[in-house]
Structure formats: C-alpha cells, structure tokens
C-alpha cells in the first residue's frame, strides 16, 4: 500500500531531472505517482527563479489509508483484547497487513449489549451477541468478524463462512469472593452473581443452599465492581477472558471441570469471512488452531442435537487425551438445578469421528430428558 506525504519536486523544464517521477504530457497534464493533477497544489516561483528556467510543483497529498482488513467487533474490553489478538496475528503472519492502516478494528453495538437490564434468558433468541456484526460482514461494512465462540449460534448466516479458531484459553471457570476461598465455603444463603444459567444450574445442583442472582449482567469490569460493592457475595467468570485481560489477580480459585463444566467453545475466538471472499478466507486460514476447531465442531453438534436455547442450562467440552484420542463430557440441566444428566464419549480426534461423539451424546440425553425436559 504506498502513500505520499507532502513533498516537493522539481525539474528544469527541458529535462527529465526528476529520473521519470515527473512527467508532463504534451495536454498539460501532470502525475507523481499515478495521482493525478487535480491532487497537486501549484506553488508559483518568483519572477528571478522563473528568468533562471526553474519550475516547482509540490505535491500535497493527503495520507490515504485504505484498509484491507476490517476487523468487526463488539466494543467490550474483551471483545476488543480479542480482536487485536486477531489483529497482531494477522499482521505477525502477513508482512503487508503490518503497515500502518493496512488493518482497521470497527466496534459494532450488538443486541446484547442494548439491552442490559434483563437476563439473556428472557431477551432470548440466538446470536444475541453477534447478530449486528454478521449483518455488517454480508453488507461489506466489515470484512472479517471476530467472535467468542460460545456466543455464535449452531447455524452460520447465509453467505459467510468461519474458517479460523484460534488457540483455545484455558477453558474453566474462575470463582471469586471478597469472603470464601470456594463455593464450598460461603455460608448459607450467599449471593451468587452470574448471567449464565449454565453455571446458576451447576451451583444450585451442587449447593442448594446457596441462592443466584441470575440477571448479574455487565462486562467484566462491570462484574467486578457489583462484587466490591457488595451486590452479591461471589461471582463466576471464565478464566479465559481474565487471563486475555490481564485480569488474573482477581481469580479466588479456579473450579475444576467436574465441579463446572464450561459452555459450548468456551475459550475459544472464531473468526468469520463472506463465503465469496477468497483473499480473507486465505488470511484466516493461516491462522486455525486445528485442536481446537475439532474440540469446537464436536461441542456444536452436541449443542446443535439438543437444540438449546438461552433458557436451556447445557455444557459441553471435548478435549485431547494424553493418547491423542477426543474425551467429551456433556451435560444437561434444569435451570432450577433440581435434575442434571451428564454423559461422555470417547473417540479418535478427528472431524468425522467428533462430530458423530457430539450428536450422539445429544440423542442420548434428549432420549433420557424425555418430554417436556426443555420447555422451559
């Protein structure tokens, strides 16, 4: 991509001392660097200059900066660590997106992020976090869309694709309280915060004698101001986005995967192009994490079987055992956490193999669920 600053050049009017930079066409017509004259300012010499046979034009051009990637994403402290994640990636792999300007971040304003004052469950629907930003890559306003991927429906968008998964965070939950080192520790009748149904589950299974303050919405920073105030006694944030915010210092403990199995691609950044967008398509691609595309195909079957919705509490984690092979663990829950069922496959990691693990392991918990189990 070139640009031009202002610069000055000059030649003798009989000669080519500008070595071809310069060059005057018998219309009158002048171009420095395929610009053409009308982006030129003529500055006119002095009488004495002009009986020496000099003339000056300079050339004053405004910076362009013409992106060649446009990064769509929300406006959330994590939303945008991920898209310069994506950003930095990109310009580390390909020297011509590391010019200035070769690559541009958009902050795109989600349905989710409207619309804080009731729970996710209750505002329903799918793509409630991505819905604007997929709108702005079929329209051209963007070219890439970076999302986390637990907030991505099963079902893609017509005319996009999702070709990239970046390395996955760690994929547990972190706890954190001013008062207990656990969930095991807070006393009876302790406040728990969180928006996640699928976490208000798993710790009203586990503690029914705890209570979950199920509209605790906000962003991370947001979160962790209510708890210092007092709001509630506990919260529960994925240790992803703490460690891509630098966050750590605020993480209580980490919750093992038997006690909170995490959401569907939690962890994990998809990166979404058009379908017709080849030269895009080829950039994320260089940057796929394989391991993790698989994990993350074989959680959406499990989710796409179950047909979850916001008001469905459903985990789900597929992992590389020390043998190479995928362990996935699913689980569905009633919100109230009175009744949770839980089952596990194991197979060969790869695509055909997982996506069969996860849609499997879907139908045998609709099968158990039995009717009724997900009107919710």
């Given amino acids: 991509m070139e640009t031009l600053a202002s610069s000055s050049l000059c030649t003798t009017h009989g000669g080519g001392a500008g070595g071809g930079l310069l060059n005057f066409c018998r219309g009158g017509s002048v171009s420095v660097l395929g610009f053409p004259l009308q982006h030129l300012k003529i500055q006119s010499l002095p009488d004495s200059k002009k009986k020496q046979g000099f003339g000056v034009i300079k050339a004053s051009v405004a910076k362009t900066e013409v992106a060649l990637v446009r990064i769509g994403t929300r406006g959330s402290p994590l939303a945008l660590a991920q898209a310069h994640e994506t950003r930095d990636k990109l310009m580390a792999s390909h020297p011509e997106l590391a010019e200035e300007g070769a690559i541009k971040i958009v902050v795109i304003k989600t349905t989710g992020d409207k619309i804080l004052s009731q729970p996710l469950a209750d505002i329903g629907g799918k793509g409630l976090f991505t819905k604007e930003i997929d709108e702005a890559l079929i329209n051209g306003d963007i070219d890439i869309a970076v999302h986390s991927m637990k907030d991505v429906p099963t079902y893609l968008p017509e005319k996009t694709i999702l070709p990239c998964n970046l390395p996955r965070e760690d994929v547990r939950d972190a706890f ?47 979160r962790l101001r209510k708890l210092n105030e007092g709001v509630v ?6 240790l992803a986005g703490l460690r891509r915010l630098s966050m750590t210092e605020n993480v209580t403990s980490v919750l093992p995967i038997d006690e909170m199995l995490p959401a569907v691609a939690q962890g994990a950044i998809g990166i979404a192009c058009r379908s017709n967008d080849e030269k895009r398509a080829n950039y994320l691609a260089s940057l796929n994490h394989e391991e993790t595309r698989l994990a993350v195909t074989c959680e959406r079957a499990f989710l796409e079987t179950l047909d979850g919705s916001c008001r469905t509490p459903i985990a789900g984690y597929a992992s590389k055992d020390e043998d190479g092979n995928c362990i996935f663990k699913g689980l569905v829950a009633s919100p109230d956490g009175t009744r949770v069922l839980e089952t596990s496959r194991k197979g060969p990691y790869a695509f055909e193999d997982m996506v069969m693990m996860g849609k499997d392991a879907g139908k045998e918990l609709l099968s158990r669920a039995g009717p009724g189990f997900f009107d919710f």
């Fill in 233 to 238: 006694q506990a919260t529960l944030l994925a």
């Fill in 176 to 222: 954190i309280s001013l008062s207990a080192s656990s969930l095991a520790e807070l006393p009876a009748g302790s406040v728990i915060g969180t928006a996640s149904l699928r976490r208000k589950s798993q710790i009203l299974y586990r503690y029914p004698s705890l209570k979950v303050e199920d509209n605790f919405r906000g962003n991370v920073q947001t």
